[in-house]
């Protein structure tokens, strides 16, 4: 253990030193302890590192309303990690990575101080350091969740249908080894090498840096991408073999799941805000003609909503993708003035597994959504013909290189009643 001494010349950082010193002798023989330093003169720092790759710190800060411990991960999976993990003793930090695990005033006796320290740091680190048990029949995804999605829920709800057994996320996890990568524009943050991509995409065009670490973290295979644009942008720049099958698999949901179908005299055409746009439609939420589909909530309620919908209008890549999947006419509202990350790339990618001829786009300003006409936009949705192959795309998914357990493999759709051989006889 490296330890890194500082000084501290007010009266709090006295006793901030005193608490270094007193810390020092607690966890001396703590073997996950990478080394202690100073943040400013204010916060005692101590980095900790677990088996598994994920990388946190224990921030002890010195103010004047007094002192508190909060513990925070060092990049997004281990972040992504602290998160799942800690958050049920812990409080989000506003603005800030950070969850924050207790505090003190600042006349707190030193030996209450660093003996709740080391307790609470004792108790965070039990829970980080312990590997999530996972039996063999767990599948290995990957998938982003760091926003409450929809659209992200789609991979591992996919993976549960076609093999019956359920998804375990890996995104957290850098040494992880193999997973399944499914639907979302995952493969420019993808964090190690040796996955399958299934139907995954990129969400811009690669730059230098992105290509330079993914040059380093090839894949086991590529079974599909997402569109056109993904295999050029891995073909052309990181030269990887990257098949001529596209489709984001969310286009293959009708085959696995049946929502309630409401009677035709009760459809209604909807509205689907990207999550990062919500509150540009606020303004409408108590229209009587048209819907707006919450994507925070569960995957099966928002893909029902959608596939009960007489029309849809989405600044949603996937809302889009949902309503095509179920032959519900569609039309991307655009805002044009609030780009999202990587711009129209993911639509533009999606585009090319449909006629883009055919497809259906108006573009808003952001001061214009509220008193936006978005029912006559509604009338203006279409439903693009197909260029993707359904009974190709599930066949490609790597079944192969998931563990098999005897007796404990649905067939693809079972769950559903989608017949196996529907999908898989010439």
Known sequence: MNIILSKSAKARKQ???????????????DKQLDRIWFWKNETLVLEYSTSYGVKYAFDINCTAQGYDLQ????????????RQRIGVISKAVKGHPNRLLESWPLDVNIRTLVL?????????????????????????????????????????????MITGRPAFNTIALPNAGHAVMTAGSIITGMNRPGMSVWGSGLIAPLDATTTQRLKSR?????????????????VENLGWDVPELFGDPALLLSAFYRPHELAPGELRPAVVPHYARRRLFEGHSERSDFDI???????????????????????????????????VPWIRLRISDKHLVGQDFKFEDFYSTINRDQVAEVSLRQSDVSNADLREILNSASLPDSRYDVASLIRAFPSAEIPQLPGDYAPYGAQNGASHREFTTD
């Open 116 to 160: 709740e320290l080391v307790t609470g740091i004792h108790r965070a680190q039990s829970l980080m350091s312990v590997v999530q048990e996972h039996p063999d029949r767990y599948v290995p995804g990957y998938w982003w969740d760091q926003q409450s999605n929809f659209g992200d829920q789609i991979g591992p709800w996919l993976i549960e």
């Open 15 to 29: 006793r901030l030193f005193r608490v270094q010193t007193d810390l020092e002798t607690a966890l001396k023989s």
């Open 71 to 82: 513990i925070v991960g060092r990049g997004d999976p281990s972040r992504y990690a602290v």
């Open 293 to 327: 589909i919450d994507v925070r909530k569960s995957p099966e309620v928002v893909v029902a909503q959608i596939a009960n919908a007489s029309a849809i209008a989405s600044t949603s890549l996937h809302g889009l993708i949902i309503a095509q999947a179920y032959g």
């Open 218 to 234: 090839p894949p086991l295979t590529i079974r599909a991408v997402r569109g056109e644009l993904t295999r050029a942008e891995l």
